[in-house]
């Protein structure tokens, strides 16, 4: 009998509205995440605290290509568990479960880096100067129950995350901070991270980086003045290149667990987000 992931590839486009790749990319994920898949069992079921002996105890109720879509399904949709459940005839525990063994091993098929910007040799030779666009987004989260203020946005009048990335001309995402409290403005949190980019390159930002050592800015406007043409066009361009990194938010969020109000705990939207990269990489990049 076919698996539901099987069922849905002989639909491609609905198998990519709802996993948010196509079944070629989903299926080059799945190879990747086999081994790791089967290391990550093999040490659990060898565990010295386990109490029961390999084959005993419970099984999982979803062979691995499953539980791979049921993940993707629940960050591209961003439905209940309850319905996954329903979906993949499962109690929402064993949803849950599942969905949280899996998202790890697959945060180390990306492995985004937090700081450090690494390219290949080949990448290094291609253009004496690499141009890096760097940006950060906020995300709802629900109201916290204590230290409400350090997750207050006044950009957003609500109580949100904030994540960074930097991106490449062509989309790509090379690397992501983790969470933060929406409070924290763009530039502390630039100054924090201490991006470390190859040499002979170059790094682009919006004005929430006005006084950031090292990044190339728009002209601001200065007070009862004017800009004058050639500021005008210089923002222009500028505006034209960095593009590409709001763009590559604007890809991140057709999956809707970081389009809506974050309903998971706060600690683990990071792991999310940077899975989330990942996955704008693999189909995008």
């Known amino acids: ?60 109720e979803l062979l691995l290509e499953d539980q791979l879509m049921m993940l993707l399904m629940y960050y591209r949709l961003y439905i209940s568990q309850e319905f996954l459940g329903i979906i993949f005839n499962l109690h929402n525990c064993n949803v849950s479960r599942q969905i949280n063994y899996l998202s790890p091993l697959l945060s180390q098929i990306f492995n985004i880096p937090t700081r450090k910007v690494s390219l290949s040799e080949a990448e290094l030779t291609e253009e004496e100067i690499i141009s890096f666009f760097v940006d950060a987004t906020e995300q709802q989260i629900e109201r916290p129950k204590t230290r409400q203020k350090r997750y207050y946005s006044g950009k957003k009048k609500k109580h949100t995350l904030k994540n960074q990335i930097i991106t490449d001309k062509k989309g790509k995402i090379r690397a992501v901070t983790k969470s933060v409290p929406g409070k924290k403005h763009d530039k502390k949190l630039f100054d924090e991270t201490r991006t470390i980019l190859p040499e002979n390159s170059d790094l682009t930002g919006d004005l929430g980086y006005h006084g950031a050592d090292g990044i190339i800015l728009p002209n ?57 990269a990942g996955l704008h990489n693999l189909m995008f990049a």
Do not use: C, D
């Not at 299926?27 to 290391?39: H, I, R, V």
């Not at 800009?227 to 709001?246: A, D, G, Y």
């Open 1 to 60: 009998m076919a698996t539901k992931s099987k069922r849905f590839q002989r639909r491609p486009r609905t198998f990519r509205a709802m996993t948010g790749l196509s079944k070629e990319k989903y299926n080059e994920l799945l190879k990747e995440l086999q081994p790791l898949y089967e290391k990550s069992e093999l040490k659990r079921l060898n565990n010295s605290k386990r109490q029961r002996k390999v084959g005993g105890g419970r099984k999982k």
């Open 220 to 276: 601001k406007k200065p007070k009862g003045k004017e800009l004058t043409k050639e500021e005008k066009q210089f923002n222009k361009e500028l505006s034209k290149q960095r593009i590409t990194v709001e763009h590559s938010f604007g890809k991140m969020k057709i999956y809707q667990i970081l389009s809506q109000r974050f309903r998971n705990p706060r600690n683990k939207h990071s792991l999310i987000f940077k899975n989330i």
